[in-house]
């Protein structure tokens, strides 16, 4: 890894060249947040996509409707009270 006078090898200092951007990407998508009317993530394992779809849309409306602080989790809660399996809770 180090030559003889202190320095990094070339195939060292090309791993890292090349490894950097890969660090700076995983990094930059640690930061990314949602957005307030993104839906949660829910099973959708035996579940009509169109139905999804409709479903999605009428609880987004739901919130985009409801313009008070408690309706933090109103898509999530739409969604679980129309029987979906919540996997990743959002807006």
Same mark, same amino acid.
């Given at each position: 890894m180090i030559d003889t006078r202190g320095r990094?090898?070339?195939?060292? +200092? #090309?791993? $890292? +060249?090349k490894l950097t951007p890969l660090i700076l990407l995983s990094l930059a998508s640690c930061a990314v947040t949602h957005d +307030?009317?993104?839906?949660?993530?829910? %099973?959708l394992t035996g579940v009509d996509p169109a139905k999804h779809y409709r479903d999605m849309s009428d609880c987004t409306q739901k919130k985009r %409707? =409801? #313009?008070? $602080?408690? =309706? =933090?989790?109103? $898509?999530? %809660?739409c969604m679980r009270d129309r029987g979906y399996a919540i996997i990743t809770p959002k807006g």
């Open positions: 990094l090898k070339q195939t060292t +200092r #090309s791993f $890292i +060249r +307030r009317l993104e839906g949660p993530v829910v %099973d %409707d =409801a #313009s008070f $602080i408690g =309706a =933090a989790t109103l $898509i999530t %809660d």
